[in-house]
């Protein structure tokens, strides 16, 4: 069966320092990746998604990107964090060119900008 | 463009009791796929239901069910017989089918189940 690792579980970092959360997917080929960003008491906000190695798509310019080195490994990554990028980090996957497959999610990274 | 909009922000429901939980969409794509996803308090994202813009039955499974109304583009999540449970964010999603990969959500529905 397929499953998702996504760390750390929480992230407290300065204005200013780097990020770099990772996402690692299982049982699987050739998936499609994604990253959401949910601020508190808010909906989820598309910010990237890749379809293959070394390919990413960006939904929002912003301070974040992403890469995806390998075929199921996804990472966030920003060189100076804002406290705008404070919120809750979803890494998901689903199977690629199935029109009816959901997105299937990791337990999230709650990342707190000071 | 996708947009999803669910506008209530928080519902009641008595244990025992169905509730629906609203969600309309719009879309200029001819064939798309609606999703319906449960936060619970820990983060975790589970995915409940899905139903296909071209599904002639509405989609069921277990105590949820959509209530699919494509000419109003509407497509609501019923939950019967609500358990405590079931109190969670409810997040509404659609994908287009034809225009990529990208997953839209709506602002979610915050359900608390009262004993």
């Known amino acids: 069966s397929q499953t998702i690792h996504q760390w750390p579980a929480t992230l407290v970092q300065p204005v200013g320092s780097p990020l770099s959360l990772e996402c690692t997917v299982e049982g699987t080929s050739n998936p499609n990746l994604y990253w959401y960003r949910q601020a508190a008491g808010r909906g989820l906000q598309l910010l990237f998604y890749?379809?293959?190695?070394?390919?990413i798509s960006s939904e929002v310019p912003q301070n974040l990107s992403a890469s995806r080195p390998q075929d199921r490994q996804f990472i966030l990554s920003s060189k100076k964090l804002l406290l705008s990028d404070s919120g809750f980090y979803l890494c998901?996957?689903?199977?690629?060119?199935?029109?009816?497959?959901?997105?299937?999610f990791g337990n999230g990274t709650r990342l707190t900008v000071t | 463009a996708q947009k999803i909009t669910q506008t209530q922000p928080g519902m009641f429901v008595q244990e025992k009791e169905a509730v629906t939980l609203d969600c309309t969409y719009d879309t200029s794509d001819q064939s798309y796929g609606l999703f319906w996803y449960k936060q619970p308090s820990s983060g975790e994202m589970i995915f409940l239901i899905y139903?296909?813009?071209?599904?002639?039955q509405n989609a069921t499974e277990g105590r949820y069910s959509l209530n699919f109304q494509k000419a109003r583009k509407s497509a609501n999540l019923v939950i019967s017989a609500s358990q405590l449970g079931d109190s969670a964010m409810y997040f509404c999603?659609?994908?287009?089918?034809?225009?990529?990969?990208?997953?839209?959500f709506g602002t979610g529905t915050s359900l608390t189940v009262i004993p």
């Open positions: 139903q296909g813009s071209y599904d002639e």
């Open positions: 890749s379809v293959g190695i070394g390919q």
């Open positions: 999603a659609m994908r287009g089918l034809n225009t990529g990969n990208q997953f839209y």
């Open positions: 998901a996957w689903k199977l690629p060119g199935s029109g009816n497959s959901p997105l299937h």
